[in-house]
């Protein structure tokens, strides 16, 4: 059963949905296909599978999330798809967590922790030789304390840089460049620490009482003598995902499309784990992150460019070809988010993107345009509205700012997207003609509506 409440955009000839209920039998729709070609046999035992996975998912839905993530760890983008589910389901997905990250994704508090294996540049002995002294000695007090406990020939400076940059230490220590410029000064502290007890030799320190785990007679412990250099400030929040994503594989801690969810849901409400679904003769919008740019040069010797993109539930190719590349050529920088219009291309089973036009999120603006129920409704009002906006749309390439309608009725708000032959080209001049209209109406940025 599939029950669909939709909406009709304004200006659109096709429909809007608003939300997607779904429940749906698998074992039934596998019944229907062994009548015709599939084997009995087997429809009953996807059916059985099925119903056990469905009975875990809605009983224990961290402990299968978690599984799920697992399992799938080594396929980028099923496990961002599965991200992405969890979110739907209100789970939350964490960084790992030096004290508290096993070998695989791991349910904890109603979370879920990455685990060591996920991190780039963190091999099984390391893995193995962190998990060891957590066991024999309990929860790392610091980096200092790590470096002094562990096995520096299995956990190496490389080791330690990932599983700093990747959040692994906030819990003792959230500042990121701090720990990063302490641990040249700790590293070697420890590695000098660590030859001083093979040879026998130790410290006044040592012989007062065992620093490594206990304190000695004026309560300090070994670790806080570690040396640190001068306070610095933390990485800005961009490069601190930036790391993330570049050792994890996703962004964790956070996303930067995050923050404008909701508003990117009115005005692009398709998103890039649906590109399959849509025809391919249909102008989409989508928001999404750019990860990489590849420039190529066609037979002809005009540049265009092969696109990597991703949004907050998949990833996925794009296509610019010369002709729009020319014009959109400077807005293609790693790391940038962008709303992109386009067309989707079916390709040796392969679905990809084909990039007509593209704007910065940072620079795009909406226009909020206030409507009363009975505005909403009657098709004179609405036509009247239609009349002012299509005055505002100047040049097709040029309208690029997106109409927004809310309609308000007691506490009550309904959002309504307007179709793109209704944007506008100049926020100021639209504004002021819809005010003249008696049409109350806003100019707000998508980055902070």
């Not at 002995?125 to 002094?148: H, M, T």
């Amino acid at each position: 059963m599939v029950k669909i409440v939709t909406r009709r955009a304004i200006g659109e000839e096709n429909v809007y949905d608003i939300g997607v209920e779904q429940d749906h039998n698998f074992a039934i729709k596998n019944g229907l296909i062994a009548s015709n070609c599939f084997n009995k046999s087997h429809s009953t035992a996807y059916g059985y599978v099925t119903y056990q996975t469905a009975y875990l998912k809605a009983n224990y839905p961290l402990e299968y999330m978690a599984a799920l993530l697992t399992a799938n760890s080594g396929d980028t983008d099923k496990v961002q798809k599965y991200i992405a589910t969890c979110m739907s389901m209100g789970i939350q997905i964490e960084p790992p967590d030096i004290n508290r990250s096993g070998v695989d994704f791991t349910p904890a508090a109603d979370k879920i922790l990455f685990g060591f294996s996920a991190v780039r540049n963190v091999g099984q002995n390391a893995i193995a030789c962190i998990l060891e002294a957590r066991e024999e000695s309990g929860e790392f007090k610091s980096l200092g304390d790590f470096c002094d406990r562990i096995d520096l020939r299995a956990v190496n400076r490389r080791t330690l840089e990932s599983l700093i940059s990747c959040g692994a230490f906030d819990k003792i220590q959230p500042n990121r460049h701090q720990l990063m410029q302490d641990l040249p000064l700790v590293y070697d502290w420890a590695q000098s620490r660590a030859k001083d007890r093979a040879s026998g030799q130790g410290s006044i320190f040592d012989l007062l009482g065992g620093f490594s785990a206990t304190n000695n007679k004026n309560g300090n412990n070994a670790f806080e003598i570690a040396p640190k250099s001068q306070p610095v400030s933390d990485f800005p929040p961009q490069e601190k995902l930036r790391m993330e994503k570049e050792l994890l594989g996703f962004y964790v801690s956070d996303h930067p499309l995050k923050s404008i969810k909701q508003s990117s849901l009115v005005l692009a409400p398709i998103n890039l784990s649906q590109l399959g679904e849509q025809r391919e003769d249909m102008m989409i919008c989508a928001v999404v992150m750019l990860n990489g740019v590849k420039k190529v040069i066609t037979k002809k010797g005009d540049p265009m460019a092969i696109l990597q993109i991703e949004d907050l539930t998949s990833q996925s190719e794009a296509v610019v070809f010369p002709k729009n590349y020319e014009r959109i050529s400077s807005l293609l920088e790693v790391d940038a988010r962008l709303i992109i219009w386009g067309k989707v291309d079916r390709r040796d089973d392969q679905t990809q993107l084909i990039v007509e036009d593209a704007e910065q999120v940072e620079t795009v603006k909406l226009i909020m345009v206030e409507l009363t129920p009975m505005q909403a409704v009657n098709i004179e009002e609405r036509d009247r509205l239609r009349n002012v906006l299509k005055e505002q749309a100047g040049e097709k390439e040029k309208a690029k700012i997106p109409v927004i309608g809310v309609v308000q009725s007691g506490t009550s708000r309904q959002l309504v997207r307007f179709g793109r032959q209704f944007w506008v080209q100049d926020s100021l001049s639209a504004l002021i003609a819809l005010e003249n209209a008696r049409f109350p109406a806003q100019i707000k940025p998508l980055t902070g509506s």
